[in-house]
Each structure stands twice: as C-alpha cells, then as structure tokens.
C-alpha cells in the first residue's frame, strides 16, 4: 500500500515521506484495520511530525489521529463491528490515517453517520468531541451565555462555534484575516473580530455591557490566553485547548483569584481511558445533531495523498479553514 511516513521529526514538509511499498498493518488484539476513505490533517498531527506533540512516536510513523474507514479485517476482542461497516474514529498512530490502510482500536471506533460524506464524518470526531466535552462537561455553558472562541475558524474552533450556537449561546469568534471572518460568519458566530484589525477585548466588553465572556475557548494559548483574561466574566471558565500559536501561557494565579474565574484544562483524549461510555454518549449527540442540520462540519479541501504533506504544511503555518481532508471518495 501507499502512505506517509515520518522519517525525521520536522516540520511536515520535510518529515513527510511518500511509500509506495508498505505492507497492510496487522492488527493487534482489539484492534481492525480499515481501508481509508478520509482522513482530515488535525494540529496535532503536525505537532507528532515535529516531536512536539503529548504522545512522542518515534520514526518511522504515519500520523493521521482521526479517520473514516471501511472495516477489513477484525482482530481478536473486537465486537459490534464487522467487515464492510463504514466507521469514524481514532486512528492507532504508528499506522494512522495518512495511508491508504490504517489500524483503529475499537474503543474508539463508531459507526459513522450515515447523513454525512466521508470527510465530514470523519470531521465529526475529534473537533466536536473536544468541543462537546469542554463547553458541556468542564465549563457548563448555558443558554443565553456569552462564549468567546479563538481560531474560531479553524479545526476545534468551528467545532465549538455551532455546539455554541446549538446549545444557545451567543458566540464571539476570532480569527485571523478577512477570509477566515466570512468563515467564521457563515459558521453562525454572532460577533466576529479579525484579530489582525481589532482588540477582541473591547468588542466582547461592549457586547455584554462591561461583563465579559462567560466561557473561552483557546485552542491558540499566548496572547488569546493573556487577552481573554482582560475580558473574562465573573464566575466566568476559560478552557485551555490548546497552544497553537506555539506559547504555553504562564498565568498569574492571582488574577484568577482577584476577578474569580475559572481556568479549565482539557485533554479530551484522556476520556477514552477515564470514561469511554462518556465518549460514546457523546458521540450519539454529535450524530443526533448532525442528522438535525445542527452541526456540520466544515471542509474546506479534499487532497489526494500526494498532495497530503503540503496540505498539513499548511494547517502547521495557520493558513486553512475546518479541515483540510485526504479523501479517497
Ligand atoms: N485539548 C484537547 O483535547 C485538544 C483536542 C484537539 C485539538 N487540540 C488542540 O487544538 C488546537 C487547534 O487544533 P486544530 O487541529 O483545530 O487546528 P486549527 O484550528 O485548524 O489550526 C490552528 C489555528 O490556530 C490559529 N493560530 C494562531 N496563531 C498561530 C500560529 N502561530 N501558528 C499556527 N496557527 C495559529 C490559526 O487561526 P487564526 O489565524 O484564525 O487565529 C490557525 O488556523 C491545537 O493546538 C491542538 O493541539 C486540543
């Protein structure tokens, strides 16, 4: 089969490497192996080439955490799930997604909406699961609440603007350039500011009258992470997703203390250890919600997998929008 394989640790364009001749993985106990029908390029995915990811395979690898595939062959302890079904999920780095065949543990396999194209079902997993624990579980948005998103244009972050929207809140996304606002917009954010052109701070502050945001999703940490406390509410939650603008923050703890809001970490891949009947509850609502027209994810180019290392070159520079997918629909 064809694959991507990482060689060195690098930045995409350089770790990257185009195989021709790799054997089909085989599948340990609990595991499938599926023939990849899509498979987005997720910002961790470019942090694993380079070494700077949580999980730190060592080369050769193919990375791609999150797929949808068709089942071929089922390994021992695998149930409910059979030769020919059509699933989304995890893929089992070091044989992930960036292939033409992939391994998947069961535990993080489902059966994909059938509402939904390959490459969006395969989008349905980890952005909106990450959403759907951080803005339900860790920060308990309500209705009628003000949630401010970073890069809410962007993988997680178009996630959380609709489970936003869809839970009733009113959304403030931010973004970088005029593109990515008109995506943003059309993603259904109430409020949207070009980070480039203007201070989020005073919109959210005149938004909400002086009170500020009630729920913050940062999946770009730096200076979004340093701003948004200027602008978060009382009793207010900022949820740490994530670092993509490559600055791990280093709050003052005495701000939290002095204006009494809540900073919230989230690592949803922990839930598949910790609470996996959580992970498949939340996986029947993001499906219910899909089927309702609620959510939809957002992909913004299907690439071959020759095409494949420029497109994650491009999530790692912040140039794309949703997900970018390598699809073989
Ligand atoms: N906590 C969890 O469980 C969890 C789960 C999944 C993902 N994540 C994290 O969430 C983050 C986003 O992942 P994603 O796949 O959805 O990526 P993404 O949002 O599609 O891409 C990252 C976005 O961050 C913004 N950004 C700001 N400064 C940047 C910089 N210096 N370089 C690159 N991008 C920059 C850009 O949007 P703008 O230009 O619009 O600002 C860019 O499009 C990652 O840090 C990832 O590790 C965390």
Known sequence: MRALRVRHLAQPREALELVREE???????????????????????????????????????TPGVELCGEVVETAAGVDGLSPGDRVIGAGAVPHGGFAEYALMDAARTFHAPPELSDAEAASLFIGYQTGWFGLHRRAGLRPGETLLVHAASGGVGSAAVQLGK?????????????????????????????????????VVKDLTSGAGADVVYDPVGGEAYERSTKCVAFEGRILVIGFASGRIPTPGLNHALIKNYSIVGLHWGLYNERDPRAVREAHRDLCRMAQEGKISPLVSERVTLDELTEAAQRVADGHTVGRVVYTNE
């Open 23 to 61: 054997p089909v993985p085989t599948p340990a106990e609990g595991q499938l192996v599926v023939r990849v029908r899509a498979c987005p390029v997720n910002f961790p995915d470019v942090l694993m080439c380079a070494g700077e990811y949580q999980v730190r395979p060592e080369p050769p690898f």
């Open 166 to 202: 869809a839970a009733g809140a009113t959304v403030v996304g931010v973004v970088g350039g005029a593109d990515k606002a008109r995506v943003a917009r059309e993603l259904g954010a109430d409020v949207v500011v070009d980070r480039h052109t203007e201070d989020f701070v005073g």
